[in-house]
């Protein structure tokens, strides 16, 4: 991937449109990580969000980044995979200034008033005052690559054009060369994500774009003296397995960042509700049982600690129990069922445990445990979200729907109407809906979401018996 696309915004029309303009503006030179520094500074000193969009991070990593940032240092990022690296260092780019001003026609957005080419160098020249000044936004001097074994020196420095050398050209003229990504990023910062992946041989071609701030392609003798910030992401097993960043490299970064997955339960759904596109309603308790199944399949000895288990793991996992709820919804409406509200339910989250296997890497002993594995730790983590939110009701009501015998069914096609009618007046469930959330006055698929998960917590506890049918109806009866 490259700099990210999109349509660019409209500079003010205030701003300095010549060069001579531009001085009597007091528009003064500065670099990267002075712009950085000053920027983030401000923003300290006002009180205002340094990295928004960026969650879990607030006491341990983000200190680190700025740090870094105020030290002048390029950084790398370590951590597991799905921990936000990526969302992080694009969030860097709204440190820089809204508006740049760059030579007109620059591919290396050259400072009007510091020219490094040849080329723009004689044009300052000509013009003068007159030089026409554009004006670059911040979305624009951002540069992102993924490191892939097919990428070569040529698509992060530059190589030789050779349509430029047809053109007549001679081969040691500086205007034959194609600049690559990291150029063209020039005042600006530029990513790398999963280093270790590139090439020993192409990691070379970076040592001086970090250390001495100059390029260098094929045999020209070319020195321009860049002007960036240089962030890279990796997966710290990758130093000795996939890959490795040279030692020389990994020398000239001036600080390693180690990331992490979200530290606690409130964190792990402040990243659920910020990030997934639910196309159903999800109660917060249900959004619960999937923040601890993710924390528990993370923390499980069944699954491979070296390649984490991604907070997108949770992120799907809450937008696929909102498809079931919609699914529920499409499905009811076409029969003679009143209609359905679409709102999951706690048996919706069943469906994730073969949906979302794919996302986890078990241990090499646990194969064709995967669904098994999963479920238990599926129900462990409705268990306790049972605990944590109905712990001290009386829930004797709930219980006695099943003496003599009676059963209670429900299901992912069970209507909200039919579930309710089931139950009648239930003492206590007023309690229960308010504990969960619900509000004073639920709809009847809230309620039957509520309903559904004090049946399933009953059950995890041993106080309810469950059988499930062929057609995935689950039955709550008497303890038998």
Same mark, same amino acid.
């Given at each position: 991937?490259?700099? &990210?696309?999109?349509?660019?915004?409209?500079?003010?029309?205030?701003?300095?449109?010549?060069?001579?303009?531009?001085?009597?503006?007091?528009?003064?030179?500065?670099?990267?990580?002075?712009?950085?520094?000053?920027?983030?500074?401000?923003?300290?000193?006002?009180?205002?969000?340094?990295?928004?969009?960026?969650?879990?991070?607030?006491?341990?990593?983000?200190?680190?980044?700025?740090?870094?940032?105020?030290?002048?240092?390029?950084?790398?990022?370590?951590?597991?995979?799905?921990?936000?690296?990526?969302?992080?260092?694009?969030?860097?780019?709204?440190?820089?200034?809204?508006?740049?001003? &760059?030579?007109?026609?620059?591919?290396?957005?050259?400072?009007?008033?510091?020219?490094?080419?040849?080329?723009?160098?004689?044009?300052?020249?000509?013009?003068?005052?007159?030089?026409?000044?554009?004006?670059?936004?911040?979305?624009?001097?951002?540069?992102?690559?993924?490191?892939?074994?097919?990428?070569?020196?040529?698509?992060?420095?530059?190589?030789?054009?050779?349509?430029?050398?047809?053109?007549?050209?001679?081969?040691?003229?500086?205007?034959?060369?194609?600049?690559?990504?990291?150029?063209?990023?020039?005042?600006?910062?530029?990513?790398?994500?999963?280093?270790?992946?590139?090439?020993?041989?192409?990691?070379?071609?970076?040592?001086?774009?970090?250390?001495?701030?100059?390029?260098?392609?094929?045999?020209?003798?070319?020195?321009?003296?860049?002007?960036?910030?240089?962030?890279?992401?990796?997966?710290?097993?990758?130093?000795?397995?996939?890959?490795?960043?040279?030692?020389?490299?990994?020398?000239?970064?001036?600080?390693?960042?180690?990331?992490?997955?979200?530290?606690?339960?409130?964190?792990?759904?402040?990243?659920?509700?910020?990030?997934?596109?639910?196309?159903?309603?999800?109660?917060?308790?249900?959004?619960?049982?999937?923040?601890?199944?993710?924390?528990?399949?993370?923390?499980?000895?069944?699954?491979?600690?070296?390649?984490?288990?991604?907070?997108?793991?949770?992120?799907?996992?809450?937008?696929?129990?909102?498809?079931?709820?919609?699914?529920?919804?499409?499905?009811?409406?076409?029969?003679?069922?009143?209609?359905?509200?679409?709102?999951?339910?706690?048996?919706?989250?069943?469906? &994730?445990?073969?949906?979302?296997?794919?996302?986890?890497?078990?241990?090499?002993?646990?194969?064709?445990?995967?669904?098994?594995?999963?479920?238990?730790?599926?129900?462990?983590?409705?268990?306790?979200?049972?605990?944590?939110?109905?712990?001290?009701?009386?829930?004797?009501?709930?219980?006695?729907?099943?003496?003599?015998?009676? &059963?209670?069914?429900?299901?992912?096609?069970?209507?909200?109407?039919?579930?309710?009618?089931?139950?009648?007046?239930?003492?206590?469930?007023?309690?229960?809906?308010?504990?969960?959330?619900?509000?004073?006055?639920?709809?009847?698929?809230?309620?039957?979401?509520?309903?559904?998960?004090?049946?399933?917590?009953?059950?995890?506890?041993?106080?309810?018996?469950?059988?499930?049918?062929?057609?995935?109806?689950?039955?709550?009866?008497?303890?038998?």
């Amino acid at each position: 991937m490259g700099r &990210v696309t999109g349509t660019p915004p409209v500079p003010p029309v205030d701003l300095p449109g010549t060069l001579g303009a531009l001085r009597a503006s007091g528009y003064r030179p500065r670099t990267v990580k002075q712009e950085l520094r000053a920027n983030l500074l401000a923003r300290m000193r006002a009180g205002e969000p340094r990295f928004p969009g960026v969650v879990g991070y607030d006491d341990t990593v983000l200190p680190e980044v700025e740090r870094a940032l105020l030290a002048g240092h390029d950084l790398v990022l370590l951590g597991e995979r799905g921990q936000g690296k990526t969302r992080l260092i694009r969030a860097l780019a709204g440190l820089l200034d809204e508006w740049t001003p &760059v030579l007109a026609g620059s591919v290396l957005n050259e400072d009007p008033l510091r020219p490094l080419t040849p080329a723009s160098r004689a044009l300052v020249a000509e013009a003068g005052d007159d030089l026409p000044v554009a004006w670059l936004h911040r979305s624009l001097r951002y540069g992102e690559k993924l490191a892939t074994p097919d990428t070569s020196v040529g698509d992060l420095v530059g190589d030789v054009d050779p349509i430029r050398v047809a053109q007549g050209r001679s081969l040691g003229d500086p205007e034959t060369i194609h600049f690559g990504l990291v150029p063209r990023t020039n005042r600006g910062i530029f990513a790398v994500n999963e280093l270790p992946d590139l090439a020993e041989r192409i990691q070379v071609a970076l040592l001086n774009v970090l250390e001495e701030r100059d390029i260098q392609v094929r045999g020209y003798q070319l020195r321009l003296p860049l002007d960036l910030l240089l962030v890279a992401s990796a997966n710290p097993e990758d130093y000795t397995n996939r890959g490795r960043i040279i030692t020389p490299l990994k020398d000239r970064f001036g600080a390693e960042i180690r990331t992490h997955y979200p530290l606690d339960l409130d964190l792990e759904l402040a990243l659920i509700r910020q990030e997934a596109d639910l196309v159903a309603e999800v109660p917060e308790h249900v959004l619960e049982v999937l923040a601890r199944f993710a924390r528990a399949v993370r923390e499980s000895p069944s699954v491979d600690p070296r390649s984490g288990v991604s907070a997108r793991f949770a992120i799907a996992a809450a937008e696929t129990v909102a498809a079931a709820a919609l699914r529920r919804s499409g499905l009811l409406a076409a029969g003679d069922a009143e209609a359905e509200t679409a709102v999951a339910r706690v048996g919706d989250a069943v469906s &994730v445990t073969s949906t979302l296997r794919g996302k986890v890497e078990f241990e090499s002993g646990e194969e064709g445990r995967e669904t098994e594995i999963l479920g238990h730790l599926l129900r462990t983590a409705t268990a306790e979200t049972f605990r944590a939110r109905l712990a001290g009701l009386d829930l004797s009501g709930f219980t006695g729907l099943v003496a003599d015998g009676a &059963v209670v069914e429900t299901g992912e096609l069970v209507a909200s109407a039919d579930l309710l009618r089931q139950v009648g007046t239930v003492p206590g469930l007023a309690k229960v809906l308010d504990r969960l959330g619900l509000g004073d006055a639920p709809t009847p698929a809230q309620a039957a979401a509520g309903i559904e998960f004090v049946l399933e917590g009953l059950h995890l506890t041993r106080r309810l018996g469950k059988d499930v049918t062929e057609d995935g109806r689950a039955r709550y009866g008497s303890r038998g």
